[in-house]
């Protein structure tokens, strides 16, 4: 991505059937902003981070589950994984998001 030059996020990035696919958008010590495109039904399986996630839906709709709490965002919405939390992703439709990590431990355990 092109430093000091407007872009339409959901433009840089395109589905593929029956595939996640990603772009970094940035990669610095302190943290990454990663652009994804997932075609519907595909998942990100059950993990942790030890960092907090922004999840801001560009496209589509998922299904975010949190600590075994599953929310539903669509364009337009964001959510908060926090740190050392269990979370998992599941595309309802095909679906593009950003996905903004911040490297700095957080304070919960």
Do not use: N, W, Y
């Amino acid at each position: 991505m092109e430093q000091s030059k407007a872009v339409h996020l959901a433009q840089l990035v395109e589905h593929q059937t029956g595939s996640v696919v990603s772009r970094t958008l940035l990669d610095r010590p302190t943290g990454t902003v990663t652009l994804f495109a997932f075609d519907a039904d595909q998942a990100l399986s059950e993990h942790t981070a030890p960092f907090d996630a922004l999840v801001h839906v560009l496209e589509g709709e998922v299904e975010v589950t949190v600590a075994g709490d599953p929310h539903r965002l669509g364009e337009g919405q964001a959510l908060i994984m926090p740190a050392h939390v269990p979370h998992a992703l599941k595309a309802l439709r095909p679906l593009k998001f950003v996905l903004t990590m911040i490297r700095e431990p957080s304070s919960r355990p």
